[in-house]
T-cell receptor, first 113, second 114 residues
């Protein structure tokens, strides 16, 4: 069964450093998403991406964040200058049009020191 | 925007008993209501969903009900087993998919006591 894969599974970084989280979505999905989950809290929407551009973004997704799909398969989330409060699990998800169903990856745990 | 409330935050039941988790939503335009199960250290996995043209859906031991008028939906797990222990999230969104994604509840930590 096809699945969403994310790398790295865990990254530790110093405050102020740049981080790139990578995702390989399921090939026939058209919409891609990044969600964040701070430890013990709910899953929060960050951004959606369709047809090589951002479709929607939340208040959390400020100028420090960016997304791109550089080569038609990978989908990346970049945090330009990490802050302590960026420590969380980051989930990539993908979905088809007209179903509403989202399929999540296993997540990347980001720890900012 | 959509707001999803979920209760309880923790639910402990005896193995073999039933568990019920309830959610309410605020946006009457939402018409897709999935439930996700999240095991420790893993991503959310879709276990069942319901769309607004249906009032109830069942899949083996799991059922979901939807009351559109009251804007609430519930997850029912019967004959609970130890492997049902996990965090369960309800969510609301658009059945056509698209830009807004899903809005999640805060999660329910379900504990199955042997």
């Amino acid at each position: 069964e096809p699945e969403v894969t994310q790398t790295p599974s865990h990254q530790v970084t110093q405050m102020g450093q740049e981080v790139i989280l990578r995702c390989v979505p399921i090939s026939n999905h058209l919409y891609f998403y990044w969600y964040r989950q701070i430890l013990g809290q709910k899953v929060e929407f960050l951004v959606s991406f369709y047809n090589n551009e951002i479709s929607e973004k939340s208040e959390i997704f400020d100028d420090q964040f960016s997304v791109e799909r550089p080569d038609g398969s990978n989908f990346t989330l970049k945090i330009r200058s990490t802050k302590l409060e960026d420590s969380a699990m980051y989930f990539c998800a993908g979905g088809e049009l007209y179903t509403g169903e989202l399929f999540f990856g296993e997540g990347s745990r980001l720890t900012v020191l | 925007g959509e707001n999803v409330e979920q209760h309880p935050s923790t639910l402990s039941v005896q193995e073999g008993d039933s568990a019920v988790i309830k959610c309410t939503y605020s946006d009457s335009a939402s018409n897709y209501f999935p439930w996700y199960k999240q095991e420790l250290g893993k991503g959310p996995q879709l276990i069942i969903d319901i769309r607004s043209n249906v009032g109830e859906k069942k899949d083996q031991r799991i059922a979901v009900t939807l009351n559109k008028t009251a804007k609430h939906f519930s997850l029912h797990i019967t004959e609970t087993q130890p492997e049902d222990s996990a965090v369960y999230f309800c969510a609301a969104g658009d059945s056509g998919g698209g830009a807004d994604g899903l809005t999640f509840g805060k999660g329910t930590h379900l504990i199955i006591q042997p």
